[in-house]
């Protein structure tokens, strides 16, 4: 029967891995869909604005020769006028020429007169020459002109035939990440860099109660006016700050997982993504566990109790004398159900821990001997395994914390109990003291297997054991960690390690003195 329901507990943690794992990929696709959006975005931008800079020059290059038309349009009607005026001379020559035929003795000055307006007036025509070779010239250039104009209209025309095909690319390549992003199973919101919302999907629309007409450019503290759009404010505040994966409950049995992405292009933040996850068959499926977990190890621990009991009446006598073979079979099974018993109270602890009832009674209390309580229990097994162990103390009292004094005697219990079982003989084993201004620190030091850089991610999670210490065949249940984990977080504590393989491992835990102390 046991057999059974420690099968079915591990399908069921099977499937809880398989679930995650599928969760991770899809995260890991949207935020490549997403990155490809705003790449694709930046690329339509950069193209337009080399379009309109080239369109901008050949429209000033257009007006130049259009003025330069201009000019030399004035400059012939000009010419014409010079020309017109030359002629109404010559004829005035002529008629003057006559009159001087019949009167040129008696003339003789107007003659040299006209001599001197003659002279000017094959000056004019030396000068109405060059203008003509200079009108000329000015025609060629303006031909030239032309002509590069017309070349630079039809290049111009070309790249706006690819500008225009690569437009409709990019505006179905958007078309299509839009359809993505309406159909995307998790919803997106997607903030300017002013922190006004530009994009909302149906999922979010759905998830929220609201439409997108109804929100699209607000900043996020208007949209805290929205009922369900509130706790999502709270939890990202006014700036967006960054969140991954944070659960955010909505309603009953509807909880979504909360993660921010900030959108950078040449590190200028442009905006921020808000990707949220439903979680709430995660969470059904997680309550339904940690009911099954309770249930079992409560049902189990009476049973074991009862299996305890009658043993250890059997070892000391009680039932009638015993031989020293039975002795030994039942010291055995009394080891394994101690054991069993063991491993039901650690399920029970995460058990309370998952539902949040789990720090009793907090107290003042002085940390050291809390310590010392702990060490003592040890040390027949510490001499048993002929390990030296180390106490460093520190000079100074240590300041009082609050704190439930029997859940931090597990925790510590927990990381000792790693530190000595995972350390060979003749190895050694340091626990240090230290005091700072606004906490007391704890630190574990072994010289045993130590963790693989590979799993070292997963050391706080429950039923992990890494895999060199699978291969020692030593005893646990791999919840040790993950329980005293958060008994220390409980306590607004932090936990944190350093360890490399073959090399040993060293175990550090801080408690604040001066902070309020907040239940669990």
Known sequence: MVKARETKLQAIIAELSEISQRRERELAEMDRIAKMLVRRDFELSEIREKREKELSELDRAAKLLIRRDLELSGAIVQLEKQRNELDRIAKILVRRDLELTEMREEQVKE?????????????????????????????????????ELEESRTALMNILEDVEEARKKAEEEKEKTLAVITNFTDGLLVFD????????????????????????????????????????????????????????????KFTLEVSTVPMVREEEKIGTMVILHDISREKMVERMKTEFVSLAAHQLRTPLSAIKWTLRMLLDGDLGKITEEQRDFIEKTYGSNERMIALINDLLDVTRIEEGRYLYKPTLADFEPICQFVINSFKEEIEKRKIKFEFKKPEKKLPQVKVDVEK???????????????????????????????????????????????????????????????????????????????????????????SEEGKGTIFYFTLPVEKEFEDF
Do not use: C
């Open 408 to 498: 931090i005697r597990l925790a510590i219990q927990n990381l000792l109990d790693n530190a000595i079982k995972y350390t060979q003989p003749e190895g050694k084993v340091t626990i240090t003291l230290k005091s700072g201004k606004k906490e007391v620190e704890f630190s574990i030091r072994d010289s045993g297997v130590g963790i693989p850089s590979d799993q070292q991610e997963r050391v706080f999670s429950k039923f992990f054991r890494g895999a060199n210490v699978l291969r020692m065949e030593t005893e646990g249940s791999g919840l040790g960690l993950f329980i005293a984990k958060n008994i220390i977080e409980a306590h607004n504590g932090k936990i944190w390690f350093e």
């Open 111 to 147: 003659l040299q007169e006209m001599d001197r307006i003659a002279k000017m007036l094959v000056r004019r025509d030396f000068e109405l020459a060059e203008i003509r070779e200079k009108r000329e010239r000015e025609l060629q250039e303006l031909e030239k002109r032309t002509k």
């Open 193 to 252: 860099r002013e922190n006004k919302l530009s994009l909302i999907n149906p999922q979010a629309e759905n998830f929220f109660d609201v439409k997108g007409r109804n929100i699209i450019g607000r900043p996020v503290l208007e949209l805290s006016t929205f009922p369900t759009l509130e706790p999502l404010v709270r939890l990202v505040g006014k700036e967006i700050k960054q969140v991954f994966r944070k659960e955010l409950p909505i309603k009953e």
